[in-house]
């Protein structure tokens, strides 16, 4: 499409009716000015005069205003102009006296008008017969109304096309507004089709007399200086008669010939230009030797009273920006007829200077006030507006800013909701006014959201928004209000509450400090636990009650990272009674080792067992056993009669409990062997030191030879079994000589050996018993072996 002002630049050197284009006046879009006008009524003397076009309803008794604003030089000196009036009560034809044209000029009504008629001669008019023909010609009466209604839907679709065109606006937006306003339902436009063709469309919907229009016809049939398409339509009513409906056609033919001879007809229409004067439009060909030239403008007055309108519900709207209003028609009224309101403007409540406001029609039910053009400031007013000379109230409305969402953030407890695998969770936010708030977006997708008294209704402290929570994380919380400004709120998804696996927690009755561990997963969100059973220490100690019964559960109050309110886990802990406790340990061991042992010591290799005296002892105990040394634990778990790879446990009398075992079945030499008692409830006991393992020689048999092996030094044979473990040999625990042999097996025992050792003579006394070092050690032990 050529571009929106392209028309006047075609126009520009082209002569019509005897004057240049270049002093065209804005509004005769695809077609000729005849100049610019205003057609106002006045009611009364002490109202003022308004615009004929804005008007519902002339007054029978009000004054026709005509004043020249701009007319053409070929609209001068002789140009009169007359007025027509077809009645409300549709009776004859009213013919107002013609007057100059170049000045200003008023008519009395004598009845309210339906239709208001101008006809503009530039060599004046010649009415002598006009009054007794339209008196008897009923049929004039109809095309003149018929052409007063054709002529104002064609003047609003061409002006509501131009409007759009100025604007860069779409012409699917005015051929809405048009649709909305007339009734009429408007085709869909082939953008891609010539502006003629498209307008050609747009005509016959409003007309559908024009259907023999042919938009192919030859170049001379039409007019070919349109380019848009508000200039196309116009171009197409006055380039061809046959857009005419029948009777306006018959209109021309009575006026020419009848009451106007020599005089050729054209039809005109106004479009607006500056202020509320109307350009005064028609077609560009020029006039027929010897023939004058007169323009028909008519007007259907529409006749509507003012419609019964009020806002429905409370209307809150964001300051500075364009908002809709739903309106309610009482019955007999529309919401378009709010189209001929005229004046709109917010009156302050509390008092103070009216604000004009831009208000068009939106919907059919909706208008939409344009409060970007307007300086009113927050408060509440009374929406009006004009009608006629009558004003018109349609409720009040509340203006108020945007708010800053700088405090916005959940409501109390709300964060707590959020945990990662609970679905779609509703949450409030509270710190702001939220009413203005049109999208909200979660993971940059769109949220539900909820208002308690809907969107722009009144000021809201709270909204409810759905956020998933398939994921946990920090994520930002968007929200869009009416000025299409976004803000961000923080919020996180916490990971699933911990789940401990070992409930009940036990205690024990008696004791003053005791642990509590927990097991399970997630318990890395603890951050504190209390309950009513005692005081909890961070180190996870709790100090019970002195009077908490055996048998008694309490919660467990869990405060968590994240979360504002704790998690209560009800009966966590239960008071048992005292745990078991090994009050003394006695030990057997065998005789007949060949070395002697120390009390703390445990030989490797050989049963021994002990005789527990345990305090609470009750049920069915069962000891642990665990070797310890550098931090490594082997254990071994024993129950009453049930053997256990060489080791068991047994009842021993009341409070006592037998254990045999080989130390090496719970550990290696080096490690401390260490048993705990447990019962069922009450728990494990202090753990009981039952001695180091050790590996020590078997030493049989002392033999000593006469073989010297240095001045008084003589070779002595042990028999018996670990003896690479004898690093020193001598006659008492301070005094040994080294061993350097190695020991050597015995073919006849395998399990046996024999060592070669060094020994001093004489012996200290007859019958010395003998000392051996164990690799490592500074004393000697005694062996059960002797010379």
Not at 628 to 634: D, K, P, S, T, V
Request: hydrophobic share 40%; charged share 20%; with cysteine.
């Amino acid at each position: 499409m050529i571009h929106k002002f392209a028309w006047m630049a075609v126009f520009a050197s082209v002569p019509i009716l005897g004057y240049s284009m270049a002093t065209v006046p804005r509004g005769c879009t695809g077609s000729a000015p005849l100049g610019s006008f205003r057609i106002s009524v006045r009611r009364s003397p002490d109202a003022p005069p308004l615009p004929l076009k804005s008007l519902a309803l002339v007054p029978a008794g009000g004054r026709l205003i005509w004043d020249p604003v701009h007319l053409s030089p070929h609209v001068s000196g002789k140009a009169e102009v007359a007025a027509l009036l077809v009645p409300q009560s549709r009776g004859a034809i009213v013919v107002l006296e013609p007057r100059k044209a170049a000045a200003h000029a008023e008519w009395e009504l004598p009845q309210s008008p339906a239709v208001v008629a101008l006809i503009l001669g530039p060599q004046g008019l010649s009415m002598g017969k006009v009054k007794s023909l339209l008196a008897h010609n009923e049929d004039l009466l109809t095309q003149l109304a018929d052409y007063a209604e054709q002529t104002s839907e064609v003047e609003n679709l061409v002006q509501q096309l131009a409007d759009s065109e100025d604007s860069g606006k779409s012409a699917d937006a005015a051929l809405k507004g048009f649709s909305s306003q007339f009734g009429i339902a408007m085709p869909k436009l082939d953008t891609k089709a010539a502006t003629d063709q498209q307008a050609s469309v747009l005509l016959r919907a409003v007309l559908p007399s024009a259907n023999s229009y042919d938009p192919l016809a030859p170049a001379g049939a039409q007019m070919q200086q349109s380019v848009g398409l508000a200039a196309s339509v116009a171009g197409l009513f006055f380039g061809n008669n046959v857009a005419l409906a029948a009777g306006g056609a018959a209109l021309f033919t009575n006026l020419k010939t009848v009451m106007f001879p020599n005089t050729e007809f054209r039809s005109a229409f106004a479009q607006s230009n500056a202020g509320d004067a109307l350009a005064l439009c028609t077609k560009t060909a020029a006039a027929k030797s010897r023939t004058r030239l007169a323009y028909l403008w008519a007007y259907r007055v529409p006749a509507v009273r003012p419609p019964v309108v009020a806002i429905t519900g409370p209307a809150h709207l964001p300051l500075g920006l364009k908002s809709p209003v739903k309106l309610q028609a009482a019955e007999g009224s529309e919401v378009k007829e709010l189209s001929r309101a005229h004046d709109w403007r917010l009156l302050p409540l509390e008092g103070g200077a009216p604000v004009a406001v831009p208000v068009a029609l939106a919907s059919a039910d909706t208008i939409e006030l344009d409060l970007s053009k307007t300086k009113a400031s927050a408060g509440a007013y009374r929406l009006a507006a004009g009608w006629d000379w009558d004003p018109l109230s349609l409720g009040t409305v509340w203006l108020e800013p945007c708010d800053n969402f700088a405090g916005v953030k959940l409501a109390p407890g709300m964060s707590d909701k959020l945990i990662e695998g609970s679905g779609t969770v509703p949450v409030q936010l509270t710190g702001a006014d939220f009413q203005f708030v049109e999208r909200v977006q979660w993971k940059k997708a769109d949220a539900r959201f909820v208002l308690s008294l809907g969107k722009r209704n009144g000021e809201q402290r709270t909204m409810q928004v759905d956020i998933d929570t398939a994921v946990r994380g920090q994520f930002a919380l968007v929200m869009i209000q009416s000025d299409g400004k976004s803000h961000e709120v923080p919020v996180t998804v916490l990971p699933p509450s911990p789940r401990i696996s070992n409930l009940p927690l036990r205690v024990n009755q008696g004791e003053a400090r005791q642990r509590i561990k927990l097991a399970g997963s997630g318990l890395e969100q603890i951050q504190a636990l209390s309950s009513p059973a005692g005081p909890i220490s961070a180190s996870g100690e709790i100090q019970l009650q002195g009077d908490a019964p055996i048998g008694r559960r309490y919660p467990l109050t869990l405060q968590l990272k994240g979360r504002q309110e704790p998690i209560v886990v009800p009966d966590a802990i239960e008071v048992v009674g005292p745990r078991p406790e090994v009050a003394s340990l006695r030990k057997s061991m065998p005789a007949g080792l060949g070395v002697a042992l120390r009390e703390d010591e445990l030989p490797a290799g050989i049963t021994l067992g002990w005789v527990l005296q345990v305090r609470n002892l009750h049920g069915r105990p069962q000891v642990d056993l665990g070797c310890e040394a550098g931090g490594l634990r082997h254990a071994l778990k024993l129950a009453t009669d049930e053997p256990t790879g060489g080791a068991s446990l047994s009842f021993a009398g009341p409070g006592e409990l037998y254990l045999s075992l080989d130390p090496a079945t719970v550990g290696y030499p080096g490690c401390t062997i260490m048993a705990a008692v447990t019962t069922d409830p009450e728990g494990q006991s202090d753990s009981t030191r039952l001695g180091r393992i050790v590996r020590i020689p078997r030493v049989d048999q002392f033999t000593l030879t006469n073989e010297a092996v240095g001045p008084n030094v003589f070779v002595g044979i042990l028999k018996g079994s670990d003896l690479d473990l004898i690093e020193n040999a001598g006659w008492d625990a301070q005094h040994g000589l080294a061993v350097d042999a190695i020991p050597a097996p015995l073919a006849t025992e395998p399990n046996k050996q024999t060592l070669r050792i060094s020994l001093p003579w004489p012996a200290p006394s007859p019958h010395a018993p003998l000392y051996v070092w164990l690799r490592g050690e500074t004393e000697g032990r005694k062996t059960s072996v002797s010379y």
